[in-house]
C-alpha cells in the first residue's frame, strides 16, 4: 500500500513542487488557503491554518478516506512586511507565530491519536535561511516565526521520537516564489550575486531534499536542521 503524505500549504510554490515530486512515490493530500490548486492529487483541501476547528475538520476527513498519514510536509508562509522591527506592532509579530507555530502545534495535536499507536508519522517542516547565522534586517516578524517553529519541530523531535516520529527541517536560502514579490528586485540580484554558485533556489532545489526526508533513507534522521542555500551559510 502506498504512503499518504499531506503537504500543508500545497499551493505555494516550494509546497507545490513538493507534492509534485512526492506524488511519484505516494498518494499526495494537500491543503491551499486563497489559491485553490489545479491539481487534486488524492485531495485538495482548503485550510485555514489559524483556525484550530478547521484543521480538525480537515484532518479528520483524510484519515477517514485513508486511514493514515505516513508524511506531514508544513510549508506555511505569509507576505513579509519589510519594516525595521520598531516600527511593527506586535501584532505583526503575532500573525506569524500563530501561522507558524501554533498551526503546526493545532496540526500534530489532531494528528496525536495516530501518533500514540505508534504510527510512525515523518514530519517536515520548510524554516528559513534565516535561522542560521545572522539574521537579516527589517524582517524581525518574520524571523521570529520561524525561529519559533524551530524550537517547537525541535521539541517534538525529543519528545515523540519514542512514538517513531521524526521532525526533521529544511532551511532554504531565498526561492524563486511568489514569496519574493515584496522584495526589491536589485536584493534579490544581489543574493544571487553573493551566492558561491551565483544564484538563488528553485522550488525543485528544496522539493528533492524534502523528497529524500520522507523516504525511508532518512529513518535515523530526527531533528535535523538542512541548509538549501548554495554554500551561502556554511555550518
Not at 542560521?132 to 521520537?161: D, F, I, Q, R, W
Not at 529544511?170 to 526561492?175: A, N, Q, R
Request: hydrophobic share 40%.
Amino acid at each position: 500500500m502506498k504512503k499518504l503524505a499531506l503537504v500543508i500549504g500545497g499551493s505555494g510554490g516550494i509546497g507545490a513542487e513538493t507534492a509534485k515530486v512526492l506524488s511519484k512515490n505516494m498518494k499526495v493530500c494537500l491543503t491551499y488557503n486563497k489559491n485553490k490548486v489545479k491539481q487534486n492529487y488524492s485531495g485538495a483541501y482548503k485550510m485555514d491554518i489559524r483556525n484550530e476547528e478547521n484543521i480538525k475538520k480537515i484532518v479528520s476527513e483524510i484519515l477517514k478516506e485513508h486511514k493514515k498519514i505516513d508524511v506531514v510536509v508544513y510549508s506555511i508562509s505569509t507576505p513579509i512586511k519589510n519594516k525595521k522591527a520598531v516600527d511593527l506592532e506586535w501584532s505583526d509579530f503575532q500573525e506569524h507565530i500563530d501561522m507558524q507555530s501554533k498551526g503546526l502545534f493545532s496540526v500534530v495535536k489532531e494528528l496525536s491519536p495516530l501518533i500514540s499507536q505508534n504510527h510512525g508519522i515523518k514530519f517536515i517542516v520548510v524554516l528559513s535561511e534565516s535561522c542560521l547565522g545572522n539574521p537579516p534586517s527589517m524582517m524581525a516578524h518574520y524571523v521570529t516565526g520561524k525561529y519559533s517553529l524551530m524550537g517547537l519541530t525541535k521539541t517534538l523531535a525529543v519528545e515523540l521520537a519514542k512514538n517513531n516520529c521524526t521532525f526533521n527541517m529544511v532551511s532554504p536560502g531565498m526561492v524563486k516564489t511568489d514569496l519574493l514579490s515584496n522584495f526589491p528586485s536589485k536584493m534579490v540580484e544581489m543574493a544571487a550575486y553573493n551566492n558561491p554558485m551565483k544564484r538563488i533556489a528553485e522550488p525543485s532545489d528544496v522539493a528533492k531534499v524534502i523528497s529524500f526526508l520522507a523516504s525511508k533513507d532518512s529513518d535515523y534522521l530526527n531533528g535535523v536542521n538542512i541548509p538549501i542555500n548554495g554554500g551561502n551559510i556554511i555550518l
